[in-house]
Structures are given as C-alpha cells and as structure tokens.
C-alpha cells in the first residue's frame, strides 16, 4: 500500500531532522557572487498533491533564485509559441559535460545539445525575444509562471541579475559564440540581459511545488500546454536536467526535474505529485547536495517513480 497524505506528512517531518543531523550540505554556488553569501545549512521541501493539499515541512515559504530551473518556464513558453520549431535551434540530446560547457558549441557548430544546459537556455530566451523588448520577454515568463502558480507574488530579485551579469563571462562568450554560428538572432547583450534576469526569478518550495502542477498533470492544475508537450518537457528534465549528473539523477531519484545552482529542485511524479526542494548547498554537479538526497529518500518512501 502506498503512504497516505498523513504518512507522507510524517516522513517530511523525518527527512526535514534527518538532514539538519547529517549536516552535509555541500557548497553554495560562489560564481554569482550575490548567491556565495546564503547560509548552506537551510532546507525546505512542499509536495503538491492531486487532492490539492500542499505538504510541507523546513523552510517551504524562504524565496531563493529559482537560476536555471527558469529554464522549464522559458521553453514551456516556447514550446507554446512556437512549437516544434524550437528544435531546427537547439538539440534534446543529454549533454554528458557541465551545464557552461563551451566545448560542446565548438564540435556542434553552434547547435546546443539539449535546451538546459546554458547554450541552449541563451537560445530558447533568444526565441522568446525575437519580436519583443527584454521587458515583454519577461513578462511573458512571469505571466506563465504566476499563473500556474495561481500567485502573482513571484518576482525578479534584481541584485541577483545585476550580481550575475556583472560575473557572467562565461555566458557572455556562450552568446557571442552562438552568434557567431548565426544562432543567436538579437543583440548578445539583449539576450543576455534577459537570461539573468529570467535565472534570478524568486520562488519559494511552497510556489515551485504548485507552479510544477500542470506537468504533473494533477487535477486542478491550471491547463498550461498540451499534454503532448508536458510529455517532452518531462523526458527533457528526465535525461537532461541535472546537466552531466542526469543519470546519476535519474538513477537514485528515477524521476523528471530540473535543479538550479540556487538549490532548488522541481521534481515531477506524474499523476501523483509536483514537489519543491530548497537546500543550497551544491554537489560537484553543480546539483542541490541534501535536495538530491531527500528526492531519493522520497523516492523510497512513496515508491513514485516514472520507472514503475
Ligand atoms: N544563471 C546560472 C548560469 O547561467 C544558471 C545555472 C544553473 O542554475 N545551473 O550560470
């Protein structure tokens, strides 16, 4: 028999005093300079269910930068857009190298692997801007994820941006390199401000648990995409996701979700439940370190999982 909500609530609880005591939380992303100053010793999980009962437990309502978890946002928008046109761009291969890879580029002459790792974030934002000013691009970000969040209290954490793009000399010769293969159609500095702006989105697990609803199809949720393109996006974050550490991912979690080197994690048990983990400390992946483990341990306890 599968834990009841009462069960579930429990062990939240339990996995919640479980890894204060384990007091491993890796390191905080110190890249982005605004991010290297958060206490790593934080955690929060909430579990949207298909009754509408959000669970929670730790510190479920602490915004943090969602950073590339935007990512699953800007293509949904895409894909809503312009649908399978999105892929003459970028690929939806796992890449096998870290999420800033420049090497990849090289060999594929400008066509990023899979639309996670940050070439192929900076090309899906790219596509979100054409026709538009940096402002509306976002708008129409925002506007998608408060409304599946049904809550219009998620907003843009400027400093983080600035933070980011003042240090962001990585992307910055990812979008020029992009460019230089004629893919990248606006200005570098456009896309790029817009990409900063979109990764310093805030939310909090209790937000990201009912923004990630509509993927898991749970009843209620606000219909956002067709269930063939929730279909993609879920195989999407099952085998690029978490960058070069998907499999691993996949492997002791065993479901769809996207991290971010804020800490957080959306995980996605279809049917069953849309979840949001906030630990900010990292693994070598660049992954949340103690989010990782307590998708794992949920895993366990709930037997959700998309591999039956
Ligand atoms: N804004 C971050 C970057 O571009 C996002 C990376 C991430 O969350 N993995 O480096």
């Known amino acids: 028999m599968p834990p009841n909500p009462d069960e579930i609530a429990r062990f939240l609880d339990e996995l919640c005093a479980y890894v204060h005591d384990l007091n491993q939380w890796g390191q905080v992303a110190d890249y982005i300079p605004e991010l290297a100053s958060i206490d790593p010793a934080q955690f929060g999980i909430a579990v949207a269910l298909p009754d509408g009962r959000i669970l929670r437990s730790g510190q479920a309502d ?43 580029l090289e060999q594929e002459k400008g066509r990023p692997r899979n639309p996670f790792i940050n070439a192929g974030a900076l090309v899906v934002t790219d596509e979100l801007l054409t026709g538009r000013t940096p402002a509306q691009a976002l708008s129409e970000v925002m506007n998608f994820i408060r409304a599946t969040a049904e809550d219009d209290d998620i907003h843009i954490d400027k400093a983080v941006a600035l933070s980011e793009a003042e240090t962001g000399h990585r992307n910055t010769a990812l979008a020029h390199y992009l460019r230089s293969f004629g893919n990248l159609h606006n200005a570098p500095e456009l896309t790029l401000g817009t990409y900063f702006h979109q990764c310093a989105i805030e939310m909090t697990c209790m937000q990201l648990a009912r923004a990630g609803r509509f993927l898991a199809h749970l009843p209620g949720a606000p219909k956002m995409l067709s269930p063939a393109k929730v279909r993609r996006i879920n195989a999407l974050m099952m085998t690029c996701g978490h960058y070069d550490g998907s499999g691993n991912f996949a492997f002791r979690v065993g479901m769809p979700a996207k991290s971010g080197v804020g800490g957080g994690l959306l995980v996605i048990a279809p049917g069953k439940a849309s979840i949001g983990i906030w630990s900010p400390g990292l693994d070598a992946w660049g992954n949340s370190q103690i989010g990782t483990l307590a998708a794992e341990r949920l895993a366990e306890f709930t037997g959700w999982s998309v591999f039956g």
């Open 62 to 104: 602490v915004g943090f930068s969602i950073q590339s978890i935007s990512k699953v946002f800007s293509l949904a928008c895409v894909l809503g857009r312009i649908g399978e046109q999105v892929w003459n761009r970028v690929g939806r291969e796992p890449s096998g190298d870290r999420f800033d890879s420049i090497l990849l």
